[in-house]
């Protein structure tokens, strides 16, 4: 079993940057490939970024790639999304998610942990 507390969420301005940390605790955390997702109002939850258990391989969707960027301190137990260049279309409850296994992977479906999220605004 694993438990994951995000937080680092807010309201800022758009253009403006937000960290998220994601602590893990229970199993081998650092055998865990990770993931940030997150829900718009009325919207489905999307994949944002996933890392690998030791952190070489990272995913992105396209509309954050060059402004979001995902890491882990293992030694801490902890995965991050360090969110640059915020907009409004940014506003979302945003998920972090733990795998039972290494790898990083865009599809929800294939996470088995998920904390109970944090909200993130970007005022226009």
């Known amino acids: 079993q694993v438990q994951l507390t995000e937080s680092g969420g807010g309201l800022v301005q758009a253009g403006t940057s937000l960290r998220l940390s994601c602590i893990g605790s229970?199993?081998?955390?650092?055998?865990?490939?990770m993931g940030w997702f997150r829900q718009a109002p009325g919207a489905e939850r999307e994949f944002v970024a996933a890392i690998s258990w030791g952190g070489g391989i990272v995913n992105y969707m396209d509309s954050v790639k060059g402004r979001f960027t995902i890491f882990r301190d293992n030694t801490k137990n902890t995965v991050y999304l360090q969110m640059n260049i915020l907009k409004p279309e940014d506003t979302a409850v945003y998920y972090c998610?733990?795998?039972?296994?290494?790898?990083?992977?865009?599809?929800?479906?294939?996470?088995?942990?998920w904390g109970q999220g944090t909200q993130v605004t970007v005022s226009s």
């Open positions: 998610a733990a795998r039972n296994l290494g790898i990083a992977v865009r599809e929800e479906s294939r996470y088995d942990y």
């Open positions: 229970g199993r081998a955390f650092n055998r865990s490939a």
